[in-house]
């Protein structure tokens, strides 16, 4: 059974940082694309990143280029989000999700979300 | 990175069939078959439903399928159940990206 339990998220000032993590388990964690979606309070869902299995290929949203880094440890079967620069409309439930195959497209599974909160 | 539109709310009776609509552009929904459909329920983590525009997942329930016309990706849900009142967003690949749309609430009434 795929499972993907995020942590790491909490309440964090404008400008601080914060890493996320995603563990997976379930299946062959280096076969597939691993992403990040988030989503804000009341919104709708935001692609943010995802990183290819094989390569060290990224992919960012233009509203967090420069500011997060995608990575993954493939010995661990986890997924990270290191974010910087936090502003309060990073504020969202950050999911993980699982790529259906090791390119850029659809997520067939998807964990619980964290909860990130930029606030002072 | 470009934006989808999708109708803010979509309401049926039990039993009818509804159609959500996806519009997007030439570089996404018109320049690949990569639309996606998810499903959320209030408080929980969004589910995919639809697939490569019109390929179910197993386990989803074929009252559920998918079309594309030109930059227009369809969801159509028949025979409506209470269980289907949700979010629905449509995603598509874009230029080395991912873009979703805003989001249809669907409401069975």
């Known amino acids: 059974e795929v499972q993907l339990l995020e942590s790491g998220g909490g309440l964090v000032q404008p400008g601080g940082s914060l890493r996320l993590s995603c563990a997976a388990s379930?299946?062959?964690?280096?076969?597939?694309?691993m992403t990040w979606v988030r989503q804000a309070p009341g919104k709708g869902l935001e692609w943010v990143s995802t990183f290819i299995a094989s390569g060290g290929i990224s992919y960012y949203a233009d509203s967090v280029k420069g500011r997060f880094t995608i990575s993954r440890d493939n010995s661990e079967n986890t997924l990270f989000l290191q974010m910087s620069s936090l502003r309060a409309e990073d504020t969202a439930v950050y999911y993980c999700?699982?790529?259906?195959?090791?390119?850029?497209?659809?997520?067939?599974?998807w964990g619980q979300g964290t909860l990130v909160t930029v606030s002072s | 990175q470009s934006a989808l539109t999708q109708p803010a709310s979509v309401s049926g009776s039990p039993g009818q069939s509804i159609t959500i609509s996806c519009t997007g552009t030439s570089i996404d929904i018109g320049a690949y078959n990569f639309v996606s459909w998810y499903q959320q329920h209030p408080g929980k983590a969004p589910k995919l439903m639809i697939y490569?525009?019109?390929n179910r997942p197993s386990g989803v329930s074929n009252r559920f399928s998918g079309s594309k016309s030109g930059n227009t990706a369809s969801l159509t849900i028949s025979g409506l159940q209470a269980e289907d009142e949700a979010d629905y967003y449509c995603s598509s690949y874009t230029i080395s990206s991912i873009v979703f749309g805003p989001g249809t609430k669907v409401t069975v009434l």
């Open positions: 490569d525009v019109r």
């Open positions: 379930g299946f062959t964690f280096t076969t597939y694309a």
């Open positions: 999700a699982k790529g259906a195959w090791n390119y850029l497209n659809y997520f067939d599974y």
